[in-house]
Every structure is written in structure tokens, then in C-alpha cells.
């Protein structure tokens, strides 16, 4: 493989993806892999699956690995957990994970993880001001970014609206459970999103998850200040958000050995 890459890796509650990503492109260097979640998703556990994962390539000894995960970071530690075993509360993940894979690891909340991937090779490339890329799903993840510039661990998608936690409301798993037409739907994303916009004035809303593919069905229905629009990457988003992360760790420390 060449040398100019860093492996991704997104966690799940489900599944675990990872692949090598051409740094130069956002693109896959190699198919993903996919194994499932341990159905008990310890810290061990999960860990033992990510040391598979990374062993199934032919990475380069230097290539800088990149996690996703579910979860806000305090500089890797994990705050709180929802979709996995809460025994990862407090847990260092990248030594963690240093310990089973014998690599440097950067880890980092998965919507942070989307919103770079698309800031750096998606929808959001080469755009200045506030961009606020939103992913909806299971439930609302967020990343805001600042003249490129990431400010983690947003979790905008827990904002109160109207006396409820906005993903309850207007998540892609509310217009399922709930079996809201697009329309309908729309209307609860217009409440959402006009709140964040008060808030924090952005230039840009990138939309991501697994139903911004049928966007042309509910974005077109939105009123709102900012510019709103698809996201590019969607589920590769994460995979290749992290890898890029993780390179410019790699390279930060690298110039911070050579200045010793």
C-alpha cells in the first residue's frame, strides 16, 4: 500500500467498519471491513475486534490510526456511554487501544469524526466561516467547525426544544418510529434547525446519516438563513474523518520530536 494513508475506523453499536483512506482523496485505499459488535461490547472486547480489524490490511508500520466513536472525548477519555457496555465510562481509549494494536491511535466522537471527513474532503471543502454538519440517525449528532477548525463534543442533538430533547423529536428514528411523511418531518427539522441557527449563526449546514440520500424530499422544504445542503460522504464520513484526524496527530507530534 502506499505510505501516504491513515486506517479509519468507526464504531458502532451494531458493527465496526474500518479501512485504509488515501489521504490525498478521502478515498478508500481497500475495501471496508466490517465485523459485528460484541454482544457484551466491552472495553476488551471491542478492543480485541479493532486488533482484527487492523490486522486484516497491510498497513504501512507508521500509518497513523483514527477511531470514531459513540461517545463525547475529554482527550480521548470517554465521558459517558449510551449505545455500548458502560464500562467504557473513564476509559483512555487511545492507550487502550495503543495496547492492543501496538499503534499510535487518536480517537474521537464519530459526528466530530463526519464533520471533518466532510470538511476536508466532502460537501464543506474549502469552506470558511461557522459550518454546523449535522447527522441525523438513531439520533442527532453534530460537529461544529470555525474557519476549519473543529470545537468538540457540540452534542447539539440534546438541545431542549419546546420541552423535549430535540433527537426525540426530530431524529430520522422519530419520522420511523413515528411514521412521519417527509413533509411532516420537515417541519420538526424547521423547528430544529432554526433554533441552532439562532444560536450560532452559521454559514453553512452540511446534513448527513443514512437518510440524506433521499434529501431531495425534505431539505427543499426547509426555510432557513444559511445555506443548507447534503452531505457527500455519508456512512463513509466517520471512517475517513478519523483517519485524516489521526494523520495530522502523527504529523503535530512528529514535528514536535524534531524540535526537541
Known amino acids: 500500500m502506499a ?8 464504531i458502532g453499536g451494531s458493527g465496526i467498519k474500518g479501512a485504509p483512506v488515501d489521504l490525498e482523496t478521502g478515498a478508500f485505499a481497500a475495501g471496508r471491513v466490517r465485523i459485528p459488535t460484541p454482544e457484551r461490547s466491552t472495553p476488551e472486547a471491542v478492543a480485541e475486534v479493532l486488533a482484527e480489524l487492523v490486522g486484516s490490511f497491510d498497513l504501512p508500520k507508521k500509518a497513523a490510526v483514527g477511531v470514531a466513536f459513540p461517545a463525547p472525548m ?3 477519555v470517554v465521558r459517558f456511554i449510551a449505545n455500548l457496555d458502560q464500562s467504557w465510562k473513564g476509559v483512555d481509549l487511545p492507550a487502550l487501544l495503543h495496547e492492543a ?3 499510535e491511535v487518536t480517537a474521537v466522537n464519530d459526528a466530530d469524526a463526519a ?5 476536508r474532503y466532502g460537501a464543506a471543502k474549502g469552506k470558511d ?12 449528532g453534530s460537529a461544529l467547525l470555525v474557519d476549519g477548525v473543529l470545537v468538540p463534543n457540540t452534542e447539539l442533538g440534546h438541545l431542549e426544544i419546546d420541552g423535549f430533547d430535540a433527537e426525540s ?9 413515528e411514521g412521519l411523511d417527509f413533509p411532516a418531518w ?19 449546514i452540511v446534513v448527513g446519516g443514512g437518510v440524506s440520500k433521499k434529501h431531495a424530499q425534505f431539505l427543499p422544504l426547509l426555510n432557513l438563513r444559511a445555506e443548507i445542503i447534503p452531505a457527500q460522504l455519508r456512512n463513509a464520513a466517520g471512517i475517513v474523518g478519523a483517519a485524516a484526524l489521526a494523520a495530522s496527530d502523527a504529523e503535530r507530534a512528529k514535528k514536535k520530536r524534531r524540535k526537541r
Do not use: C, K, N, W
Open 101 to 103: 494494536t501496538g499503534r
Open 129 to 140: 466561516g461557522t459550518v454546523l454538519v449535522v447527522t441525523l440517525g438513531t439520533g442527532i
Open 115 to 119: 464533520g471533518i471527513g466532510e470538511q
Open 186 to 204: 420537515a417541519q420538526r427539522l424547521q423547528r430544529y434547525f432554526e433554533t441552532v441557527e439562532m444560536l450560532l449563526s452559521p454559514d453553512l
Open 74 to 76: 475529554d482527550h480521548g
Open 3 to 10: 505510505q501516504h494513508l491513515a486506517f479509519g475506523i468507526d
Open 169 to 177: 423529536r426530530a431524529a430520522d428514528s422519530a419520522r420511523e418510529r
